[in-house]
């Protein structure tokens, strides 16, 4: 059974940061892509930023120069720090990561995160 346990959300204001963090656990045998994504209300589900095994990545326009993905492959960890927020940045926040484990290689998500943005 694989896990991944996001944590890090919360309120803050117009221009501040926050640091979300998802840790998977489990019978896991080796973790590809992780990633972040995030769906307002009203609004599909939509890719903020992912990560290779190798460190690349990739970001939507509408967070670049502003978000930052990384992660801790002996952590099996990814975070996103999230500098410069904005309103529209408001949203649950859902890890994602392509896991290898007995059962074979598939998709898990995380139980998602609140981030709000507001004065």
């Known amino acids: 059974q694989v896990q991944l346990v996001e944590s890090g959300g919360g309120l803050v204001q117009p221009g501040g940061s926050l640091r979300l963090s998802c840790a998977a656990s489990?019978?896991?045998?080796?973790?590809?892509?992780m990633g972040w994504y995030r769906q307002a209300p009203g609004k599909q589900r939509e890719l903020v930023a992912t990560i290779t095994s190798g460190g690349s990545t990739n970001y939507a326009d509408s967070v670049k120069g502003r978000f930052t993905i990384s992660r801790d492959n002996g952590k099996n960890t990814v975070y996103l720090q999230m500098n410069s927020l904005k309103p529209e940045d408001t949203a649950v926040y859902y890890c994602?990561?392509?896991?290898?484990?007995?059962?074979?290689?598939?998709?898990?998500w995380g139980q998602g995160t609140q981030v709000t943005v507001s004065s």
């Open positions: 994602n990561a392509n896991i290898n484990t007995w059962d074979g290689i598939r998709d898990y």
């Open positions: 489990g019978s896991i045998f080796s973790i590809y892509a």
